[in-house]
């Protein structure tokens, strides 16, 4: 009969449980998948037209549905004429400061023609954040809000909304 020591026995209970923790927390997260093309619009309010860095062609861009320990893939493709990178405001980078987006800062931005992949685990937040260009006055159109729910299979820590409407204020130019 194979006979362990006593701390071989610990850690190994420690191994085993740790497995079991991250297993069952992995199970309930996904992978949610998103890509921005930013590119110069035609845009027309108030009866004039000019043109605006968009994502996808929104004003503001596409609003990001994820759940605290999804993680989040966005591709950024710039086909504008002007570098950019992308800031998850307010989302906290754990381990991946390259993923946070500002420009000249954490990463260099995503250049005209480029593409950057954002990658990163939504860890222990939810409610409403935002994203935005981070390189110049990019930031005044590219950006969108962020709607982090509860894991699956848990409830907020509040009375749940009876309906979602997120609402992005911003200058279109």
């Known amino acids: 009969m194979f006979m362990m020591s006593k701390s071989y026995m610990v ?9 079991i923790v ?6 309930w997260a996904d992978l949610q998948s998103y890509t ?28 990001l549905y994820v759940r605290n320990g999804d993680t989040l893939n ?9 570098n950019a990178s992308i800031h998850w405001h307010g989302v906290r980078q754990i381990r991946t400061a390259w993923a946070d ?10 250049q005209p023609g480029g593409k950057f992949t ?3 685990t ?18 005044a159109t590219v950006h969108g809000a962020m709607v982090i729910r509860p894991k ?5 820590p509040f009375t749940q909304p009876h309906a979602e409407l997120p609402i992005v204020l911003g200058n279109g130019k």
């Open 11 to 19: 850690r190994f209970i420690v191994v085993l449980f740790t497995f």
């Open 22 to 27: 991250l297993r069952d927390s992995l199970a």
């Open 36 to 63: 921005f093309v930013l590119e110069s619009t035609s845009i027309t309010r108030l009866c004039e037209t000019y043109s605006q860095v968009t994502v996808n062609g929104q004003l503001p861009g596409p609003t």
């Open 74 to 82: 966005v591709v950024v493709y710039n086909k504008a004429q002007h």
């Open 101 to 110: 987006g500002p420009g000249y800062i954490t990463q260099c931005p995503i």
């Open 118 to 120: 954002y990658t990163f």
């Open 122 to 139: 939504i860890i222990g937040q939810e409610g409403t954040l935002w994203w935005h260009a981070h390189v110049s006055w990019l930031r």
């Open 152 to 156: 699956k299979g848990s409830s907020y």
